[in-house]
């Protein structure tokens, strides 16, 4: 049963950098075939898809936020992170990773989320 | 349009069928999903490529697509089904996630 696990700072300070790292069970990034994705979503909205990875690098960012999202793997440790710079009051939000099956379809596993506050 | 439009509520009672919809342009030429999200919980994938059950999920649970329009059917919906719904779809040119639906059960 693949799982994934969200991890990373619970507060940011606003104009710093959010980052937060995936780590993937049951199974292996580079095997290839899925694609490894961040999804977040605001207090009390909706979902907001933020982009994916493929286990050879390449992405694909939501063009609102793609000038500051950078999305990288790391095979060897099996996981996978997000890096959004530039943070404001407004990237407040539970950010969850998700394995997509169709790229950024078929999203059928989802970490927990972690909430992360941007606030100085 | 990179819009995908859902009814913010849709109310049932136990035992009848319910309907979400989720209207945009990018539907007209590419796959949506739905998911279900419960209170305090991740989403869940309940149907993808318009029409397909993800597994594990009952039979009450069906997807279809007209034009520009993709349908979540809950058949004999149970007070377990009050959930957030969200279809999914995009291109490449982007990706969108509806606004949700917010599903009760009377």
Redesign the interface.
């Known amino acids: 049963q693949v799982q994934l696990q969200e991890s990373g700072p619970g507060l940011v300070k606003p104009s710093q950098t959010l980052s937060l790292t995936c780590t993937v069970s049951g199974g292996s990034i580079s095997s290839g075939g899925y694609y490894w994705s961040w999804?977040r979503q605001h207090p009390g909205k909706?979902?907001?898809?933020i982009g994916y990875i493929y286990y050879s690098g390449s992405t694909?960012y939501?063009?609102s936020l793609k000038s500051r999202v950078t999305i990288s793997v790391d095979t060897s440790k099996n996981q996978f992170s997000l890096k959004l710079s530039s943070v404001t009051a407004a990237d407040t939000a539970v950010y969850?990773c998700a394995r997509a099956?169709?790229r950024?379809?078929?999203?059928?596993y989802?970490?927990?989320?972690t909430l992360v506050t941007v606030s100085s | 349009s990179y819009e995908l439009t859902q009814l913010p509520s849709v109310s049932v009672s136990p035992g009848q069928t319910a309907r979400i919809t989720c209207s945009g342009d990018v539907l007209g030429e590419n796959?949506?999903?739905w998911?279900q999200?419960k209170p305090g919980q991740?989403?869940?994938?309940v149907i993808?490529?318009d029409s397909e059950r993800?597994p594990g999920i009952p039979e009450r649970f069906s997807g279809s697509t007209s034009g520009n329009t993709t349908t979540l059917t809950i058949s004999r919906v149970l007070t377990e089904d009050e959930a957030d719904y969200?279809c999914?779809?995009?291109d490449e040119?982007?990706?969108?996630?509806?606004?949700?639906t917010k599903l009760t059960v009377l």
């Open positions: 999804i909706g979902l907001e898809w694909y939501n063009p969850y099956a169709g950024w379809l078929q999203l059928g989802w970490g927990q989320g | 796959y949506a999903d998911y999200q991740a989403p869940e994938l993808y490529e993800y969200y999914l779809s995009g040119d982007n990706v969108v996630f509806g606004g949700g």
